[in-house]
């Protein structure tokens, strides 16, 4: 596992600033950014992407409130207030007779009101720094793209995020590498949620967020859809560009895991139930091998007792040589990285639970709004 995230990050391509002296393009883009119940992030977000560097002649910001039962309305009219590139729109009640699941319904409603050249869409948990808009738009634009996506530097400001995050940031990089997701040869498609810049015209021509209503992970659908009708997408890196915080507690951690884990992995239960055997493996087992091989090997008078106490030392040097690695190559935190363990269980419980929410719809939601298949 860690020579193969080497292998793969190694080669990995990263936003690159905007070359000095570069003009702003003739062209127009819109911000969008879709938010239900944001009231600890709107604020935030939204004067972050205020301060940005213009990406390019002429450029707005719209946040979308959809149907939020708190203030972020309020917060988010009081960050943008007299700012003229700034406007609210209410998403509105979705359709009865329709399934919207997720931001597909409040990013459709935006791009139905705006005739931006380029539109992009920007979760209220990330924070950008002020030459990213800048940055993306300048290598959108260079290489013909009609999809850009970043991978933002996640942010892990509690207990449960050090346990699961690290961990399956490192099976996302393995399970979709950025070099394939960039070769237009390759099926392979993958696209990072909270920045999506779309070339307007190629975001029409696929359907927009309208054509992945049902869609939980709709970021996914939509590469699928980018690159199956013969548009451009590219990945990069972007860790120096925004960043992250997905999960504020433990409550959300497990809703937003097992609301995806089954459909990341293509909705195969054989290879979702692996997917977390294998984390189990990697992870839980050696810390739970290690105690009762110590005994074994302490009482035991063969000198091969003490190959298992020697294997699950083995094991968790290589969980701890994976993090050192995470360190230097993203500005990973060593934070309690011996709890690996714990977070391997977890991930492992998270596994069967996704399979058991996404086909019985029994749990399944997202912000707390179901995602049942008859909703």
């Not at 301060?51 to 959809?66: F, G, I, T």
């Not at 149907?67 to 207030?81: F, I, M, R, V």
């Not at 050696?286 to 074994?296: C, F, R, T």
Request: proline fraction near 6%; charged fraction near 15%.
């Amino acid at each position: 596992m860690l020579a193969l995230l080497e292998r793969t990050f190694g080669v990995a391509p990263t936003l690159q600033p905007a070359p000095p002296g570069t003009p702003l393009a003739a062209t127009s883009c819109t911000v969008v950014v879709p938010a239900y119940n944001e009231a600890d992030n709107i604020g935030d977000c939204v004067r972050a992407i205020l301060a940005s560097e213009a990406p390019c002649q002429h450029w707005s910001l719209l946040v979308v409130d959809d149907d939020s039962s708190d203030a972020t309305a309020a917060l988010a009219q009081e960050a943008g207030a007299g700012d003229p590139r700034f406007g609210l729109l209410a998403a509105g009640v979705r359709p009865q007779a329709e399934r919207w699941v997720g931001k597909n319904w409040a990013c459709s409603r935006a791009s139905s009101e705006l005739e931006s050249d380029w539109l992009v869409f920007i979760d209220a948990d990330v924070r950008v720094t002020p030459g990213a808009l800048r940055a993306a738009m300048t290598d959108a634009i260079a290489h013909g793209t009609d999809l850009l996506t970043l991978a933002p530097r996640l942010s892990c400001g509690c207990l449960a995020e050090w346990l699961v995050q690290p961990i399956i940031t490192s099976l996302l990089g393995l399970g979709f590498p950025i070099e394939r997701a960039n070769d237009p040869t390759d099926p392979l498609a993958f696209a990072a949620g909270p920045f999506l810049l779309f070339r307007s015209q190629a975001y029409r021509a696929i359907g927009g967020h309208g054509a992945v209503a049902g869609e939980v992970v709709e970021d996914l659908a939509l590469a699928r859809a980018i690159k199956g009708q013969g548009f451009r997408l590219r990945y990069l890196l972007g860790l120096d560009w925004l960043t992250l915080r997905m999960y504020r507690d433990f409550a959300a951690l497990w809703e937003g895991w097992t609301k995806n884990w089954l459909l990341g992995l293509d909705g195969d239960v054989a290879k979702a139930l692996a997917a977390g055997a294998l984390v189990l493996q990697l992870y839980a087992v050696p810390w739970l091998l290690l105690p009762p091989a110590l005994v074994l090997a302490w009482r035991s008078a063969l000198s091969l007792a003490w190959l298992p106490a020697l294997a699950a030392l083995l094991a968790i040097a290589l969980q701890w040589a994976i993090r050192l690695w995470s360190r230097r190559r993203f500005g990973t935190p060593l934070n309690w990285w011996w709890l690996a363990g714990l977070g391997g269980l977890v991930i492992g419980a998270m596994a069967p639970v996704s399979v058991y929410k996404t086909l019985s719809g029994r749990g399944w939601t997202w912000r707390g709004r179901s995602l049942h298949m008859e909703q």
